[in-house]
């Protein structure tokens, strides 16, 4: 995405991308050129939007790799699947908070106007995240750990408290689940899919 802006900057600027009236911020720089000394807000203005905008989108993807990677190394580790969910589940929320003002500019891409917002893939890493949690509890009831059911009704009572925790979080309210509020709801979750008396044996990684 940002090597896309400088390139559509970069064309509009030598006269090769859009042409006026449709708006370009390399056509405004092209056009400001002619003024550095007596009006140099006119290339100021759109060669800091576009070097803003460059550098929030590499920390947007960024951020989506380090959670990517993050829940994929969950996986990985040792532990019954209600342990891996849970681990999961929490380094999921610990990167949400951590990039919490990242958070609110793609909550904002994602669930505002679409008029002219650029595309931006978030759904790749959610979809990730929920096959993950399906697998990790397919497997959980093919071992015994959790009765027979069906694995994506478990998903999304799973995933429900990890969501509205982190949305919580993006309302600023002072009333939130936090990481101990998580291990405690997907407690009472596994508890009530356990199967052969296993629900409480696994208290969860925090972590």
Known sequence: MAGAIISEASLSFLGLGVQPPMPSWGTMLDAGRSHLFDAPHLTFFPG???ALLV???????EALREFSGHIEEATRGEGTS?????????LAYD?????????RIMFSI?????????????????????????RLLEEGIRSGEFRKGDPVDMMWAVVG?????????????????????????????????AGDGRGATGKGNTG
């Open 48 to 50: 800091a939007a576009i």
């Open 95 to 103: 990167d949400f908070v951590r990039n919490l003002s990242l958070a």
């Open 161 to 193: 408290p990890v969501n509205v925790a982190m949305e919580l979080e993006l309302c600023r309210v002072e009333r939130t689940i936090g990481r101990e509020g998580i291990v405690r709801i997907l407690g009472i979750i596994f508890d009530g899919i």
């Open 82 to 90: 209600r342990e891996r969910i849970t681990r999961m589940c929490l």
């Open 110 to 134: 994602y669930y505002g106007p679409p008029q002219g917002a650029p595309f931006i893939d978030f759904d790749s890493g959610q979809l990730r995240f929920l096959e993950i949690v399906t």
């Open 55 to 61: 550098v929030g989108f590499n920390m947007m993807g």
